[in-house]
């Protein structure tokens, strides 16, 4: 009789790819490997991550604060209608910019234990971002709220080079939006993930395409209460999945 152990079936480990006996068949994150590497990867070295978890939330805050204040100062004074009128973008910029620097450490956190160049990306996108606003915020503490164009004073507004900016603010928030997506591909399906990555990339889309601001605000200010609880609830290494045997005997 031959002995069970012996009996090699056509089933390979997903992770080393070796032919797999029927005993040596487990089940880890629905997938069906050999214990060895289901093993391995329940190994996420621990690293220091939830400081960097608070400081995202912190960021998240700050960004609310900074979006909200920008709507309702929006909607007081845009009815006066001035051909001068500016919207407080220093005060916007300058928020927005410890906004993105702190979510972008969040980001290199998140992806650091699986995907470390991927959380690199996107906090080099958001570090871009937030250099790009300190810039803006810089040119207008200088050079004052208006550009001279052929003896016409114009207001710096998002008619004119701060659209750069903002784009680059979308930019980052796409790519923040979807880095929590490919993030949940490997943890696990999560409602709070999968709103705070639909709604980055949300904002991202209203951001470039819409300049009104109370409905770019109106997204962000939902974006930034669900992002704030996304960061807030971030475990310091992701949830061990347990290691089922497989089914039959
Ligand atoms: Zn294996």
Request: aromatic share 10%.
């Amino acid at each position: 009789m031959a002995t069970h152990t012996e009996e090699k079936s056509e089933i390979r480990c997903v992770f080393c790819n070796r032919k797999l006996s029927r005993e040596e068949i487990v089940r880890y994150r629905g997938v069906i490997s050999c214990r060895e590497c289901a093993r391995s990867q329940r190994q996420i070295p621990s690293q220091a991550a939830r400081p960097f978890f608070l400081l995202a939330s912190i960021g998240c805050i700050v960004g609310l604060m900074t979006v909200e204040f920008n709507m309702l100062y929006d909607l007081m004074h845009r009815q006066v209608l001035l051909p001068s009128y500016i919207p407080p973008l220093p005060m916007y910029f300058a928020g927005l910019s410890i906004a993105v620097i702190l979510q972008s450490l969040g980001f290199y956190a998140i992806n650091r234990p699986i995907n470390r160049n991927l959380g690199i990306e996107v906090a080099v996108v958001g570090l871009v971002t937030a250099l790009l606003q300190i810039v803006s915020v810089m040119d207008i503490i200088v050079n004052g709220p208006f550009v001279m164009i052929e003896e016409v004073l114009y207001p710096k507004d998002f008619t004119n080079y701060f659209s750069t900016t903002h784009l680059v603010y979308s930019l980052f928030m796409l790519a923040a939006g979807l880095s929590i997506l490919v993030e949940i591909g490997r943890t696990g399906i999560e409602n709070g993930a999968i709103a705070a990555g639909a709604l980055y990339i949300a904002s991202g889309v209203t951001v470039a395409s819409v300049y009104i601001w109370p409905a770019v605000g109106l997204v962000h200010i939902l974006m930034y209460v669900v992002v704030f609880v996304y960061f807030i609830s971030r475990r310091e290494t992701p949830v061990e999945k347990t290691i089922t045997t497989w089914g039959y005997e």
